[in-house]
């Protein structure tokens, strides 16, 4: 800014020297417009540092935005940790989802009447289920194996969401002897 001004006053001097020089009133009567157009310049840029220097507090603020806006880091982190969970969660049905190759895998889900499963409901015979797997099971389940089992009640393994096995039907079995 100020080198505008600096190269105005200049050009102002040259041209009085010119008009001096030549005896011209044109070039005189630029001479002073540049003069003025400097001088108001000079005014324009005085003003304009007045108000930045009246005028602290308004902009002293703007760096606690940059302190305020940081937060959104942590959050990211929490996202990373979400994602083995959504991991594991996948994992089930993985294991259901070959039967027939794999040793481990889950026997089949029993077909049972929707009938029978009203009654099933509020029966508390004892079925036992093996941690994380789906199915529930008769005690002389050929599948259970070596495995270590859980006994429970049929009406609640099926209210937490367990499905009776298609080996050993226990749903079929326990609504036999209840008849
Ligand atoms: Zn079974």
Do not use: N
């Not at 080198?3 to 020089?21: D, E, K, P, R």
């Not at 003003?47 to 902009?59: D, F, Y």
């Not at 005690?139 to 367990?162: H, K, M, N, S, Y």
Request: with cysteine; charged share 20%.
């Amino acid at each position: 800014m100020l080198y505008i001004v600096l190269v105005l006053v200049l050009a102002a001097l040259g041209l009085l020297v010119s008009a001096l020089i030549t005896a011209s009133s044109l070039w005189a009567w630029v001479s002073i417009g540049l003069s003025v157009l400097a001088g108001l310049i000079l005014v324009v840029d005085w003003l304009r540092r007045r108000r930045r220097s009246a005028a602290p507090a308004p902009e002293a603020p703007a760096p606690e935005a940059p302190a305020v806006s940081s937060p959104p880091e942590p959050a990211e982190e929490e996202q990373t940790t979400l994602i083995p969970a959504a991991g594991d969660l996948g994992d089930p049905p993985d294991t259901s989802a070959e039967p027939e190759t794999t040793p481990d895998a889950d026997p089949g889900v029993e077909d049972t009447p929707e009938a029978d499963v009203a009654v099933l409901a509020d029966l508390e015979d004892e079925v036992v289920v093996v941690d994380e797997h789906p199915r529930y099971h008769l005690r002389t389940c050929e599948w259970l194996g070596t495995r270590d089992t859980i006994p429970i009640g049929v009406g609640e393994a099926r209210q937490l969401g367990f499905t009776p096995c298609d080996r050993c039907t226990p749903d079929a079995t326990l609504v036999a002897a209840h008849r």
